[in-house]
């Protein structure tokens, strides 16, 4: 028990050693990184003493040659005076305060303070860097702006070569833009004085008029021979051009009055005009971007001219193909009424064949108007005719399917026609098949001939009175009809048959038991089966008749029936 007690009282030891340990290494931490602070502010503060003010100064003071600049030396005197003896100060004084509080392990107080010394020490930074640039302002003024001035008299030079090489571009305004050169020679000995004088104040003023001159001479060295080509020759040419080709299209009844030519070449000949007043005072400003605004303007009028001749060509064209289709269309549609009433006293019209009729003549009717709407814009120059051809080519597309239906509507008309004489036709092919059916019976005679038989016959005969009798209605109704003579027809088609085959089954059973007669004194099987036969043969079943015969013999002579079709085809 006393040595379990004994190994817990260590393990407390042991963690309070660590937790102090801990805590000591922590302090330690915290007590570096303030001092690593604090260095980092000393060197701040060491930087801004270290700020040539003071060297600058100097150089002012030499200078000084008016009472302007010498108020302004002992102003900046008075603020570095300032910044030296009392903010400095200040600041080391604070900055043994935060050290004094770091040894004394007092880190929290430590860390405001140091925060607090951080921004005194940035506005102290600002305050001396403001003042030196002021100072630099003077002591840096010669040096800079002559090397700027160095720069503008290179430029000026070159302007200088530029125009005389090409004086004769510049037209009238040589003289204009020479003495704008003797202004700004002017200058440069403006800038000499002032320099000579230390008048920085005053220079700043020069050198900033001479970089506006330069700048503006450049522009206009640069810009006034293409301005004045233009101005001169290229944009009156091409007015002129646009002029007379916009007066033979006029001519010629072009729809042209929503372009405003006449207006807008006016009004680009009164601004040209302006900038031509501009150029004698050397005022380029937007000039170029204006007359080269005119320049696109005229080229497109002259694509938009070109756009209006092929556009009349093409609406020219389609207008006159619409017409003639529309034309003939009026024609066929105003026919089919006029002989409605005759078409009707024919042939029972169906409601559907009516609306479609209907239908197309009232699309018909808007088509017409919408054309004829076209015609006047065109008479009314309305619309140009790049707008009149999309009109009529839209119009044209659509009309087309008007000319499919009607196409289906003369179809249907048509066809009414066309079953009727196919009716009469087959009226008479029908009525020949049953005259050759008869035939057949009379130059074949049958002991008997079967009820059923008769019954086709009956209904062939029907079928045919009933397309007779569909004929000679007024109206006639075309779909009935055509069911009568497919009727008819059907019926007809089956009697043909039956004949056939009856006369050709009767024949073979005929021409089988005179063949099986010789073997009856052979043969009382065959003997009797062909009695049987003989008696179903004039019974009129001469199918079954045949059957019995061929069977009777096949005792006999196996390959009968193959035998009697051959000797049936030979008799035909």
Same mark, same amino acid.
């Given at each position: 028990?006393?040595?379990?007690?004994l190994?817990?009282?260590?393990i407390?030891?042991?963690?309070?050693?660590?937790c102090?340990?801990?805590?000591?290494?922590?302090?330690?931490?915290?007590?570096?990184?303030?001092?690593?602070?604090?260095?980092?502010?000393?060197r701040?503060?060491?930087?801004?003493?270290?700020?040539?003010?003071?060297?600058? %100064?100097?150089? +002012?003071?030499?200078i000084?040659? /008016?009472?302007e600049?010498?108020?302004?030396?002992?102003?900046?005197?008075k603020?570095?005076?300032?910044?030296?003896?009392?903010?400095?100060?200040?600041?080391?004084?604070?900055?043994?305060?935060? *050290?004094?509080?770091?040894?004394? !392990?007092?880190?929290?107080?430590?860390k405001?303070?140091?925060?607090?010394?951080?921004?005194?020490?940035?506005?102290? $930074?600002?305050?001396? *860097?403001?003042?030196?640039?002021?100072?630099?302002?003077?002591?840096?003024?010669?040096e $800079?702006?002559?090397?700027?001035v160095?720069?503008?008299?290179s430029r000026?030079?070159e302007?200088? $070569?530029t125009?005389? /090489?090409?004086?004769?571009a510049?037209?009238?305004v040589i003289?204009?833009?020479? %003495?704008?050169?003797?202004?700004?020679?002017?200058?440069?000995?403006?800038?000499?004085?002032?320099?000579?004088?230390?008048?920085?104040?005053?220079?700043?003023g020069?050198?900033?008029v001479?970089d506006?001159?330069?700048?503006?001479?450049?522009v +206009?060295?640069?810009?006034?021979p *293409?301005?004045?080509?233009?101005?001169d020759?290229i944009?009156?040419?091409r007015? !002129?051009?646009?002029?007379?080709? @916009?007066?033979?299209?006029?001519?010629?009844?072009?729809?042209?009055?929503?372009?405003?030519?006449? @207006?807008?070449?006016?009004?680009?000949?009164n601004?040209?005009?302006?900038? !031509?007043? #501009?150029?004698?005072?050397?005022?380029?400003?937007?000039?170029m971007?204006?007359?080269?605004?005119?320049?696109?303007?005229?080229? /497109?009028?002259?694509?938009?001219?070109?756009?209006?001749?092929?556009? !009349?060509?093409?609406?020219?064209?389609?207008?006159?193909?619409?017409?003639?289709?529309?034309q003939?269309?009026? #024609?066929?549609?105003?026919?089919?009424?006029?002989?409605?009433?005759?078409?009707?006293?024919?042939?029972n019209?169906?409601?559907? *064949?009516?609306?479609d009729?209907?239908?197309?003549?009232?699309?018909?009717? =808007?088509?017409?108007?919408?054309? /004829?709407?076209?015609?006047?814009?065109?008479?009314?120059?309305?619309?140009?005719?790049?707008?009149?051809?999309? =009109?009529?080519?839209?119009?044209?597309?659509?009309?087309?399917?008007?000319?499919?239906?009607?196409?289906?509507?003369?179809?249907?008309?048509?066809?009414?026609?066309?079953?009727?004489?196919?009716? #009469?036709?087959?009226?008479?092919?029908?009525?020949?098949l049953?005259?050759?059916?008869?035939?057949k019976?009379?130059?074949?005679?049958?002991?008997i001939?079967?009820?059923?038989?008769?019954?086709?016959?009956?209904e062939?005969?029907?079928?045919?009175?009933e397309?007779?009798k569909?004929?000679?209605?007024?109206?006639?109704?075309?779909?009935?009809?055509?069911?009568?003579?497919?009727?008819?027809?059907?019926?007809?088609l089956?009697?043909?048959?039956?004949?056939?085959?009856?006369?050709?089954?009767?024949?073979?059973s005929?021409?089988?038991?005179?063949?099986?007669?010789?073997?009856?004194?052979?043969?009382k099987?065959?003997?009797?089966?062909?009695?049987?036969?003989?008696?179903?043969?004039f019974?009129?079943? @001469?199918k079954?008749?045949?059957?019995?015969?061929?069977?009777?013999?096949?005792?006999?002579?196996?390959?009968i029936? =193959?035998?009697?079709?051959?000797? @049936?085809?030979?008799?035909?």
């Amino acid at each position: 028990m006393d040595i379990k007690k004994l190994y817990i009282i260590g393990i407390v030891v042991v963690i309070l050693i660590i937790c102090v340990v801990c805590f000591i290494i922590f302090k330690q931490k915290k007590y570096k990184g303030l001092r690593e602070k604090l260095e980092e502010l000393e060197r701040q503060r060491n930087l801004i003493v270290a700020t040539p003010v003071m060297t600058e %100064l100097d150089k +002012v003071k030499v200078i000084i040659n /008016n009472s302007e600049l010498e108020k302004k030396y002992a102003d900046w005197q008075k603020r570095y005076e300032i910044i030296k003896n009392e903010r400095y100060s200040d600041i080391t004084d604070k900055l043994l305060e935060v *050290d004094n509080l770091i040894e004394d !392990k007092e880190y929290s107080d430590a860390k405001e303070a140091i925060v607090n010394l951080e921004m005194e020490i940035y506005k102290l $930074r600002v305050s001396t *860097d403001n003042l030196l640039d002021e100072i630099r302002e003077v002591t840096m003024s010669e040096e $800079r702006n002559r090397t700027i001035v160095t720069k503008l008299k290179s430029r000026f030079r070159e302007l200088e $070569r530029t125009l005389d /090489n090409n004086r004769a571009a510049y037209g009238d305004v040589i003289n204009n833009i020479e %003495l704008q050169f003797e202004n700004i020679e002017k200058k440069f000995t403006d800038f000499e004085e002032v320099m000579e004088k230390n008048e920085y104040e005053e220079v700043v003023g020069v050198v900033k008029v001479l970089d506006e001159m330069i700048a503006h001479m450049g522009v +206009v060295i640069e810009e006034l021979p *293409d301005v004045i080509l233009l101005t001169d020759k290229i944009l009156p040419n091409r007015i !002129k051009e646009v002029r007379d080709t @916009y007066e033979k299209l006029a001519a010629k009844d072009y729809p042209l009055d929503h372009m405003k030519v006449p @207006y807008n070449l006016n009004q680009i000949e009164n601004k040209v005009g302006d900038i !031509k007043t #501009r150029i004698k005072i050397l005022n380029l400003e937007d000039s170029m971007f204006e007359l080269k605004t005119f320049l696109d303007y005229l080229d /497109n009028l002259f694509t938009d001219f070109e756009i209006e001749k092929k556009s !009349k060509k093409l609406f020219d064209e389609t207008a006159r193909n619409f017409k003639s289709k529309l034309q003939k269309v009026n #024609r066929i549609v105003t026919d089919i009424y006029n002989q409605l009433d005759d078409i009707k006293s024919m042939y029972n019209l169906e409601s559907e *064949d009516l609306s479609d009729l209907e239908q197309i003549n009232k699309e018909l009717y =808007k088509v017409n108007n919408d054309f /004829n709407d076209i015609i006047k814009e065109l008479k009314n120059k309305t619309f140009p005719y790049s707008k009149l051809k999309d =009109k009529i080519m839209s119009l044209s597309s659509n009309f087309g399917q008007i000319e499919d239906n009607l196409n289906l509507c003369l179809k249907s008309l048509g066809s009414m026609h066309d079953d009727e004489m196919r009716a #009469r036709e087959q009226l008479d092919e029908i009525t020949e098949l049953l005259k050759k059916c008869r035939a057949k019976i009379r130059h074949n005679p049958l002991p008997i001939i079967s009820n059923n038989y008769f019954v086709e016959l009956s209904e062939a005969n029907d079928a045919i009175y009933e397309i007779v009798k569909e004929l000679e209605k007024t109206p006639i109704t075309i779909k009935t009809l055509n069911i009568r003579v497919d009727t008819a027809r059907d019926l007809s088609l089956k009697l043909y048959s039956t004949t056939n085959e009856m006369i050709k089954t009767a024949k073979l059973s005929e021409m089988t038991i005179m063949y099986g007669n010789r073997y009856k004194p052979i043969d009382k099987d065959i003997e009797q089966g062909l009695d049987v036969a003989s008696q179903l043969f004039f019974k009129g079943n @001469y199918k079954k008749s045949l059957e019995t015969a061929i069977a009777a013999i096949n005792i006999i002579e196996p390959d009968i029936h =193959k035998k009697m079709l051959h000797l @049936y085809k030979e008799d035909k």
